[in-house]
T-cell receptor, first 115, second 115 residues
Framework: ETGVTQSPTHLIKTRGQQVTLRCSSQSGHNTVSWYQQALGQGPQFIFQ???????GRGNFPPRFSGLQFPNYSSELNVNALELDDSALYLCASSHTPGLRTDTQYFGPGTRLTVL | AQSVTQLDSHVSVSEGTPVLLRCNYSSSYSPSLFWYVQHPNKGLQLLLKYTSAATLVKGINGFEAEFKKSETSFHLTKPSAHMSDAAEYFCVVSDRFGSARQLTFGSGTQLTVLP
């Protein structure tokens, strides 16, 4: 069974640029969630995709957007990068988002630095 | 909305001594609770989860946690610390957010294991 993978591992961008992060879900999982973890803090929920549709969003502006593909992999896009967007971006996959027993499994993350 | 509070930002123990990481939750109904561990520059690994079955939950690497409704607590314990346990630990509650299931993280507890 393949775990959650993310690419790239590290990325450096300048303020105002756009970035795309990628995530491949664990085999058999149809749901992907994205989280932002700033330095020294716990992860914050950005949004969740289930069967190619966004089905929940945290308190993040519209310049954070995403996609999910038919194979359930996902992209996180961030436009007009700001310095505060520097963080570790974590992707998690699961297979039953409607159930309270649903467990999310995390990838290793992408470290984004905005200069 | 549900929330969790981790009572200690840093815990230091000697190798071979017990570990106690404290977590209190706030919920209007029976919650789903998790403990995740994050080693430096790594993603999050699931240690254990509580989803209203047995109140004493056993996880990986000798960790366990007890759900106590009367105390609204979900403390993580291990009888004997190992050097490899040094990491950041997050207590997490799963919350319904529209049709999505969002994880809300505590602020984390940094565990140091002294030789």
């Amino acid at each position: 069974e393949t775990g959650v993978t993310q690419s790239p591992t590290h990325l450096i961008k300048t303020r105002g640029q756009q970035v795309t992060l990628r995530c491949s879900s664990q085999s058999g999982h149809n749901t992907v969630s994205w989280y932002q973890q700033a330095l020294g803090q716990g992860p914050q929920f950005i949004f969740q995709y289930y069967r190619e549709e966004e089905n929940g969003r945290g308190n993040f502006p519209p310049r954070f957007s995403g996609l999910q593909f038919p194979n359930y992999s996902s992209e996180l896009n961030v436009n007009a990068l700001e310095l505060d967007d520097s963080a570790l971006y974590l992707c998690a996959s699961s297979h039953t988002p409607g159930l309270r027993t649903d467990t999310q499994y995390f990838g290793p993350g992408t470290r984004l630095t905005v200069l | 909305a549900q929330s969790v509070t981790q009572l200690d930002s840093h815990v230091s123990v000697s190798e071979g001594t017990p570990v106690l990481l404290r977590c209190n939750y706030s919920s209007s109904y029976s919650p789903s609770l998790f403990w995740y561990v994050q080693h430096p520059n790594k993603g999050l690994q699931l240690l254990l989860k509580y989803t209203s079955a047995a109140t004493l939950v056993k996880g990986i690497n000798g960790f366990e946690a007890e759900f106590k409704k009367s105390e609204t607590s979900f403390h993580l314990t291990k009888p004997s610390a190992h050097m490899s346990d040094a990491a950041e630990y997050f207590c997490v509650v799963s919350d319904r957010f529209g049709s999505a299931r969002q994880l809300t993280f505590g602020s984390g507890t940094q565990l140091t294991v002294l030789p």
